[in-house]
């Protein structure tokens, strides 16, 4: 009887150790396995984060690119400027008058009918100053007959 309740006694305490292991066993995997879902969401947040840092990364180069395309533009803007604001103050103040010598190569047929014109304005100038001459020394003859 003493041995049989010492028996049961540690029974019971077999019992009560193997509910206890058992309830730490069941805590452990619970915990394991929520170990394991965060492990899992990490590794999809480190995917996630190397994916972005690539195309950061494209877009670093590209940045680069950009600016130096930027840059280029730009030069070409202010040459582009100060060509503009050249022709303006040429315009304004013409120096370069003979500028339609130039056709002479590009265009033939327009040089010709400058050289036309510039020989026909040279024509009538030499007529209107023998017309004048020649009121100016009609009038002075008539002048002389009227004294006569």
Known sequence: ALLYEKIKIQQALLYEKIKIQQSTLNKG??????????IRLLKLEVKKLRREKNILLKSVANVDE???ELFHVQRELLR???????LEEELENPMNIHRWRK???????TYEMIQKIQTLQRRLISKTEEVVFQRNGYSGKGETFILI
């Not at 995997?29 to 965060?38: A, H």
């Open 80 to 86: 582009e400027r100060t060509r503009c604001k050249a």
């Open 66 to 68: 950009l600016r130096r």
């Open 103 to 109: 056709l002479e190569g590009s265009d033939p047929s």
């Open 29 to 38: 995997e619970i915990q394991y396995r929520q170990r394991l879902e965060d």
